[in-house]
């Protein structure tokens, strides 16, 4: 039995996508489980992130938690967005090649998320593998993992990662790095914090 919320749109690629990495998941637990790998990605994570690797995450002024009507046009005060006004659904635990609705996006970060926006025309094998691992690994309605590619064509670094109003932009893609932002955010969104 799950809480979890109705499924927001998808393309047919990102859906198909994310069952793959579903399926993907359950072969690395596997494999962990008899004594391979999985990465970091697949670590608990502890109570707090490095503080060292987080020097240069941003901090930002809540710009409201109000839920909008679909389609309502909201400008961000950041870009990409880490708080303020929304839509009522939420993006599901998953990899995306697709931009999702930043309204929709908003509302996950409110739920405790982590968003990792990524530029398709920087995105390495090894990044994508992780972003996805990160994303398999943390499934939860208040405590889940979100990699989608930016909705412009011009962002300021090839990854971003974004928790309720934290912004951290990377240069190049550390898994060390979003190790240490999910132990510091993930989970700890306003409407209902379960770390």
């Known amino acids: 039995m799950t809480d979890e919320p109705p499924r927001s749109d998808r393309s047919p690629l990102s859906r198909r996508r994310a069952l793959g990495a579903v399926g993907v998941g359950a072969v ?3 494999a962990g489980c008899l004594g391979g790998g999985g990465g970091i990605e697949s670590e608990s994570l502890p109570e ?4 060292s ?3 240069d995450v941003e901090r930002f002024p809540s ?3 109000d839920h909008v009507q679909r389609g309502t046009e909201v400008e961000y005060e950041t870009r990409p967005p880490t708080s303020g006004p929304h839509y009522g659904g939420v993006v599901e635990a998953g990899f995306y ?3 999702q609705p930043a309204g929709d996006l908003v509302h996950t970060l409110e739920h405790g998320a982590v968003i990792a926006y990524y530029d398709p025309g920087a995105l390495t094998d090894e990044a994508e593998e992780s ?8 499934t939860g309605t208040w405590r889940s993992f979100v990699a989608v590619p930016y909705r412009y064509d011009d962002p300021e670094t090839p990854y971003a990662l974004t928790a309720w109003r934290h912004l951290l932009r990377l240069d190049g893609y550390d898994a060390e790095v979003v190790r240490a932002f999910c132990a510091e955010f993930l989970g700890r969104g306003p409407e209902n ?3």
């Not at 707090?48 to 503080?51: H, K, L, R, V, W």
């Not at 972003?131 to 943390?138: E, I, K, P, V």
Request: net charge negative; proline share 11%.
């Open 28 to 30: 690395a637990a596997v």
């Open 48 to 51: 707090n992130g490095d503080p």
């Open 53 to 55: 690797l987080l020097s």
């Open 63 to 65: 710009e409201g938690t």
């Open 97 to 99: 090649e697709e931009p």
């Open 131 to 138: 972003l996805t691992a990160w994303a398999d690994n943390n």
């Open 193 to 195: 914090p379960v770390r």
